[in-house]
């Protein structure tokens, strides 16, 4: 499939029926800017829109895809056979994003119950969030297909959950509590005393310890949010969003990873599942 093909067939059938992108756009449920999106080749239309997109343009789906008229001997059988490998590819989107939710799950569940060292109402909060999100995996390949079109996620929906979540997580990193730093001092029995301090992930005091990770994913925060807001409006800003919150959330669990628990908590620990949040609604929004 080539957009820039499909997108240029779009918009010669289009003004072969005197239809403007207004027009086009109510026919098919979307808004006019999706339109002049798949026309330029800067986007393509969703799976669930193909059916309602060619029917009015009086062509067939896989005509639509092909971006060029095909025999119309071939075309019952053609379109049959395009739209189930649309379906499969669908599934698999679904299956990674339940994989991605799993193993959020199965990163906040056992910080929640025996790294962070929390305990009361925040521990169990955390604990049925990471259960919470295991279960959504699980349920999630078994779930009826929905369309964006019928009472499902929109992209924009999913895309203003993921700049929630990056907002929340920037928060969270500007906050006191986000960097921890064990420090060491004698004690009266002549062992060594450790006490716990906490810093904001911007703060320059981690650095000089040699704990970069904090301020590497605040800053990577930083970035992936910018460029989730300029996804609204640039197609190409989004995988790069994308990659910026993966990058972001593998530097959030690098202080338990090379450090060890002393050095998370549960701040930490609400940063790394905001990141992870981010990255399923992203993959919902561009799917």
């Known amino acids: 499939m080539d957009p820039h093909k499909t997108g240029t067939f779009i918009a010669a059938l289009r003004r072969g029926k005197n239809m403007t992108q207004e027009d086009l756009a109510g026919a098919v449920g979307v808004t006019d800017k999706a339109v002049s999106r798949w026309e330029t080749g800067r986007g393509f239309p969703d799976i669930s829109l193909l059916p309602a997109l060619a029917a009015a343009l009086d062509i067939t789906v896989n005509e639509l895809l092909a971006g060029e008229p095909i025999a119309a001997g071939e075309r019952e059988k053609a379109d049959s056979a395009v739209l189930d490998a649309l379906k499969y590819m669908r599934g698999m989107g679904r299956k ?3 994989a991605l939710l799993i193993a959020a799950g199965a990163i906040l569940l056992p910080i929640a119950l025996f790294i962070i060292g929390v305990r009361g109402p925040l521990q169990w909060f955390l604990a ?3 259960a919470a999100l295991i279960a959504a995996g699980i349920a999630l390949p078994r779930l009826p297909a929905f369309s964006f079109r019928t009472g499902g996620p929109s992209p924009a929906a999913a895309r203003g959950v993921s700049i929630a979540a990056a907002v929340l997580a920037l928060g969270l ?3 006191p509590w986000s960097a921890v730093l064990n420090f060491g001092r004698p004690g009266e029995d002549g062992g060594v005393v450790f006490i716990r301090s ?3 992930s911007f703060s320059l005091i981690p650095i000089g310890y040699a704990n970069f990770a904090p301020m590497m994913t605040g800053l990577l925060t930083v970035a992936l949010l910018a ?3 300029a996804g609204i409006w640039r ?4 995988s790069k969003s994308f990659l910026c919150g993966v990058l972001a959330a593998v530097s959030s669990l690098m202080p338990l990873v090379f450090s060890g628990p002393e050095y998370f908590g ?3 620990a609400c940063i790394t599942g905001c990141l992870l949040a981010f990255l399923a609604a992203q993959a919902l929004a561009n799917r």
């Open 96 to 98: 990674s994003v339940s």
């Open 128 to 130: 049925a969030g990471g």
């Open 173 to 175: 990193e500007i906050s």
């Open 198 to 200: 906490t810093f904001s």
């Open 227 to 229: 460029l989730a807001v």
């Open 235 to 238: 197609d190409g800003a989004r």
């Open 266 to 268: 549960a701040v930490p």
